[in-house]
Structures are given as C-alpha cells and as structure tokens.
C-alpha cells in the first residue's frame, strides 16, 4: 500500500490556544481537524487586529456563487444591478468569469505590464492570471513552490503576512536579511549578497517587495540594478531562484533617484536559473482595496508559450481548486478603468496627493526636535513610513498614542512603529508627529 505521509509540522501557540478551546467543549471536533487545521489561527495580534479589523468587520461579503440566468442572460434584481454605474451588462457581472481570469482583462493587464517595464522588451512572459488580490496569489505561489522544509529570504522588514502564509500554512521557513544598512542610507546590498552566497547552489524562494510595507521603502535606480547583478550573481554558481516581485504598491514612487520600474523586468529575462513572478494588482494601485483582483505572471530567459502556458494552467488549476474563479463583477470593474481614457490622469491625481503627503511626513518626522524620540528609516514610496522609536516600546506607544490621542499606529516588534501617511491627510501630519513625540516623552517619564 502506498503511504502519502505528510511531515508533522508543529503547532504555533496560537492554533494550539484554540485547539484547548475546542477540545474543552468539543473534543471530537479537535480530533477531526486536519494537521493544517489544528496549526491554524487568525493572527490575533499585528496588523490587522490593530488596523484593520474594524474595517473587515465592516465591510459586507456576498459569499454565495451561483448562477440563474433568463432569457436575458444571467438573472438579477434590479435594486441591485441599479447600484452599478448605468451601461454594465449583466453578462459582464454574474456569469462565472474563467478560473484563469477574464481573457480581455488579463490582455490589458499584460499591456500596462509591458508599457510600465521598458527593459522587459519584447521579451515572452506568461499572461497574468487572475488572482483574488495579492494576498491569493502569493499564497499561490507558496503552493506552486515551497514543500515543507524550503526556504523563503525575505528582508527582515517585511509584510506580517508572509510567514502565515508560508511557514504556517505550508512549513516553509522564512528566513531575514536586514534591509537597511546600519546607518540607515538605504539597501543593505552587503546583507543581501552574504544571505545569497551562504544559500549557494540550493533553491530558494526570494522576495522583493518594493515598495516595501511597512518602512515605505523603494530602492534607487543604483540600488536595484546591484539586486539584479547579484541574482544574477547567485544563478551563475548554481543557485535556482524563485524571484517574487510582491509590486503590490508599484507606481507610488515619490523620491527622483527611486527605481520606477518593476525588477520584473529584467528578473524575467536574467538566467536560466530565475523564474521571476510578478504579483501584482489592482488593489493598491488603482485604490480598490475591496475588490479583490490581482495577477500572477512568469517570466525566465527561456521562457517559451508552451511552458507559461503550462504554468499558467497549473496556477489555473490551484484556483479552480481554492476558490474556483474571482469576482466577474471586479474584474469588470477593473478592466473598464484600465480602458478608460482618463484613468492613466485620475491615477496620477492620487499619487500626487500621495506623495505631497509622503513630502510632508519627511519634513514633519526628521524636524531635529524629534530626533531624541526615534530615528526615521529611510523611506521614498508606497503608502508607510516607519520610525524606530528610542527608550521604549513600540506597543506602549502605540496603546498611549489610541487611548490618549485617538492616534491608531501600528506597532512592529519591540522598537518601530508604522504610519500610513495615505491616511493623513496634509495639514494632520505635523499634529501627529508632534502627537507621537509627546506621547514618546510621557511614557519615558
Ligand atoms: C506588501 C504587500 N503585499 C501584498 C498585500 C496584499 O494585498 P491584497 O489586498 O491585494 O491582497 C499587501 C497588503 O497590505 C501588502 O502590503
């Protein structure tokens, strides 16, 4: 008899804190969970339960799939079709969109690809498959690349979300690297090199989230040109890379120098030795969070149409088996913007904002009466920036800060505390800064 025996990955403290509750009441229960069931839990502390759980709560899911068509097409009320802007089809809303995504939004997708990667050329890459947003398709590519036991690098500033993903749903490891150097100027290009070169000749899943949540940092034009050589580098001796470009905040870039293309680019025509996988989305990028639509693409020098469309099938396949296909309405939604002749122009107003805001914050947060509370890291991008906050603790701060200031932060380790500057607006960022500071200097006493 064949045996299909999975390792035994251990319990993290929190699944087995709702694994005691369950058997206490229900032990039965307990003992039909899955293994991956009795590792699970919700992430009761971080970013979400300090941010933004309130908004989850709020927000309405329509969880049921189904379709009822008449002889106009797909069936609907009214009172809900009316709530959509007037000249959508019902056939653009209802039916089941294909598991791969809508063929003409994954078209457009590719086309806004290109027009904002120069140095891919003509290069082949897949078509972007359409993910439930970005959070799906990184989960995705946890499926389609990591057994139990592999290892993600990852920079040691990094979106809590990852290790959920990777290391509790599927036992991969991930593993840090510093992403600013020391004095805090930058990449820590050095780190990053020594982390590569100790993985020599292995697999390795490496990702490169740019702009990075939470320190709202983008690497300058020198800055990714060396990513790319030392990738490169690690290819040539051997190593076989899986380079993901989490781009989930691309196109927020406020700083000159900042590098304004996605390392996509020129990851996907590198070395036999990386496949470069773009995540990427509208959520951020287009302000629509709730939606849900984001892509996966591929991209590696020997790339061919039969061997992306094999990993496009398989990547189909895992969302056939997971949630079947996205949201037709969304995609819709997100394919008529794309075509729209304003929306490179409306985009562009945004980011402006975004990035007067990002302007402000800078001023505001280095100002040299601050400078014994903490230390800014550097930041040029996206939606956060972070301080390093000096004497106490990140937590406490942050719970002075909402009980005494209704100032909601968020805290990150023992030491730094995240701002989303695209909650802020202009004339609140220096009240909050000077907010942070004073809070700073009551708890030190
Ligand atoms: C770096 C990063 N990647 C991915 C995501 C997931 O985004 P989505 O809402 O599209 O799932 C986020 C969301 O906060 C993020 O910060």
């Known amino acids: 008899m064949v045996t299909n025996q999975q390792p035994t990955l ?19 229960v307990l003992g039909v969970l899955s293994q991956l069931g009795k590792r699970f839990y919700f992430p009761a502390k971080g970013i979400l339960s300090q941010g933004a759980e309130a908004k989850a709560k709020a927000k309405r899911y329509n969880a049921t799939i189904g379709i009822a068509t008449d002889e106009k097409g797909p069936m609907h009320l009214a009172c809900v079709h ?15 969109a294909p598991s791969s995504g809508k063929p003409e939004l994954r078209q457009a997708w590719q086309q806004k690809q290109r027009q904002e990667t120069p140095s891919l050329g003509d290069h082949p890459i897949s078509l972007p498959v359409v993910t439930n947003a970005l959070t799906h398709g990184l989960s995705l590519v ?71 949540n939470p320190t709202g940092y983008s690497p300058t034009r020198a800055e990714a040109g060396a990513i790319v050589e030392a990738l490169k580098a690690a290819a040539a001796v051997g190593t076989r890379l899986v380079v993901v470009c989490d781009d989930a ?45 984001g892509f996966l693409t591929y991209g590696v020098k020997n790339g061919t149409a039969a061997a992306y469309a094999a990993l496009e099938q398989k990547t189909a ?40 805001r990002a302007a402000a914050t800078g001023r505001e947060s280095r100002k040299s009466e601050y400078a014994d509370c903490w230390d800014v890291y550097p930041f040029n991008a996206g939606y956060f920036m972070c301080l390093r906050v000096k004497g106490i603790e990140a937590d406490a701060l942050r719970l002075r800060l909402l009980d005494e200031h209704g100032l909601g932060t968020i805290a990150l380790g023992k030491t730094d505390l995240r701002v989303a500057f695209s909650c802020l607006l202009e004339s609140q960022i220096p009240d909050v800064f000077a907010r942070i500071a004073q809070a700073t200097r009551a708890l030190r006493g």
């Open 10 to 28: 251990p319990i993290p403290a929190a699944g087995a804190a709702l694994n005691d509750i369950i058997a206490k009441d229900c032990p039965t």
């Open 82 to 96: 009316e709530s959509f802007a007037a000249g959508m089809n019902p056939r653009e809303l209802y039916e089941y």
């Open 142 to 212: 946890g499926d389609l690349f990591l057994d139990a036991g592999d290892e993600v690098l990852v920079t040691d500033q990094m979106w809590e979300n990852y290790p959920l993903c990777w290391e509790t749903r599927l036992g991969a490891r991930v593993s840090t690297f510093p992403l600013f150097d020391t004095k805090l100027t930058g990449f820590n290009q050095n780190a990053f090199m020594q982390a590569l070169a100790e993985r020599k000749g292995r697999k390795l899943v490496v990702v490169l989230n740019f702009p990075n």
């Open 249 to 293: 905040y691309y196109g927020m870039f406020f700083a000159d120098d900042c590098e304004r293309e996605s390392l996509f680019g020129r990851l996907a025509k590198a070395h036999e030795n990386i496949l470069a996988v773009k995540v990427d989305g509208a959520t951020k990028e287009e302000f629509v969070w709730g939606l849900r639509v």
């Open 317 to 356: 396949g895992l969302v056939r088996a997971t949630i079947s296909n996205v949201s037709h309405a969304s995609q819709t939604i997100v394919l008529k913007a794309l075509l729209h002749p304003d929306f490179r122009a409306q985009q562009a107003e945004k980011v402006e904002i975004l990035r007067q």
